[in-house]
């Protein structure tokens, strides 16, 4: 079992940077994949980035250039950091660990309760 727990969200202005963290328990969390999805009010649930413990990353193409992915194994937590933010981009932010490395929110086992992201106009 894996639980996790996001934090970092808030309110920002467009044009601005939020870094968000997601905290993980469980001893085998440096063999999962990590990812961050998102999900608007009213939309559904989208792949944002995912890195795997070797390290490789991917991005959504809408946040690359933009986001940045990271992980610390011996904190068990990994790391969003946004800059550049648009209001499109207000959503709540789901941390998720699974064991297939990708962009599908399916291949992912475990998922944290969000964090609310609101950017500004």
């Known amino acids: 079992q894996v639980q996790l727990v996001e934090s970092g969200g808030g309110l920002v202005q467009a044009g601005g940077s939020l870094r968000l963290s997601c905290a993980a328990s469980?001893?085998?969390?440096?063999?999962?994949?990590m990812g961050w999805f998102r999900q608007a009010s009213g939309k559904e649930r989208e792949f944002v980035a995912a890195i795997k413990w070797t390290g490789r990353t991917m991005y959504a193409d809408s946040v690359k250039g933009r986001f940045s992915i990271s992980r610390d194994n011996g904190k068990n937590t990994v790391y969003l950091q946004m800059s550049s933010l648009k209001p499109e981009e207000t959503a709540v932010y789901y941390c998720?660990?699974?064991?297939?490395?990708?962009?599908?929110?399916?291949?992912?086992?475990?998922w944290g309760q969000g964090t609310q992201v609101t950017v500004s106009s």
């Open positions: 998720a660990a699974g064991s297939i490395y990708g962009s599908v929110p399916r291949n992912y086992d475990y």
């Open positions: 469980g001893r085998t969390f440096s063999s999962y994949t």
